[in-house]
């Protein structure tokens, strides 16, 4: 069961925290019963005029890094790189 309230923070957005929710978690390889874990979740509704860090806009760059990072990683194992003449 999951009780929550709702406000506005001060990037405009509606914050709904919820609290009274349980997470169940077990251990790979022990044959032991899930442990219970009380935990507070909180989900932002952004409008248009929030600011781009909440949201997306963080997670976006990150992908795009990650990317990139391994077209390096790759074109550097295959030598294909920009640096090496037998494109």
Do not use: F, W
Not at 66 to 87: E, H, Q
Request: charged content about 30%; aromatic content about 2%.
């Amino acid at each position: 069961m999951s009780k929550g309230n709702e406000e506005v923070n001060e990037q405009g957005a509606r914050e709904t925290k919820v609290v009274e929710t349980v997470d169940y978690q077990s251990h790979p390889g022990e044959d032991r019963e899930p442990t219970k874990e009380a935990v507070h979740v909180v989900h932002l509704t952004c409008d248009n005029k929030c600011d781009s860090s909440v949201g997306g806009g963080k997670l976006a760059s990150a992908a795009a890094s990650v990317a990139s990072t391994i077209r390096s990683a790759k074109d550097a194992i295959l030598g294909t790189g920009k640096d090496n003449p037998k494109k």
